[in-house]
């Protein structure tokens, strides 16, 4: 198994940017995807989850309404759309996928800074 993220960078308040993760070694279409971050000292946070099918989709109330997530079966891999970032949106952003306690899988991590 294997989810490797891509398109952080660099980016000043109020500006946006897209994620990419692109999966492989499993049946993408069959799990939920997840994205999750941890900005410097503190703990890796949830952001946002997408059902297997799209058809559910939840976020943290801290990127409610800023953030969309979103996956393409067909290609392996799962986006997040960042609108209106702001600096305490700066943090490394992981994809992630799990099936029990023996199977949970992270990326090395893309990281977002949001500086002005």
């Known amino acids: 198994v294997q989810v490797v993220e891509s398109g952080g960078g660099l980016v000043q308040p109020g500006g946006s940017l897209r994620l990419s993760c692109a999966a492989s070694?499993?049946?993408?279409?069959?799990?939920?995807m997840r994205w999750y971050r941890q900005a410097p000292e503190k703990e890796r946070e949830w952001v946002a989850s997408?059902?297997?099918?799209?058809?559910?989709?939840e976020y943290a109330d801290s990127v409610q309404g800023r953030f969309t997530i979103s996956r393409d079966n067909g290609k392996n891999t799962v986006a997040l759309q960042m609108n209106n970032l702001k600096p305490e949106d700066t943090a490394v952003y992981y994809c992630?996928?799990?099936?029990?306690?023996?199977?949970?899988?992270w990326g090395q991590g893309t990281q977002v800074t949001v500086s002005s």
């Open positions: 992630n996928v799990w099936w029990s306690s023996s199977a949970n899988y």
């Open positions: 070694g499993f049946t993408f279409s069959s799990y939920n």
């Open positions: 997408i059902s297997s099918g799209s058809n559910s989709a």
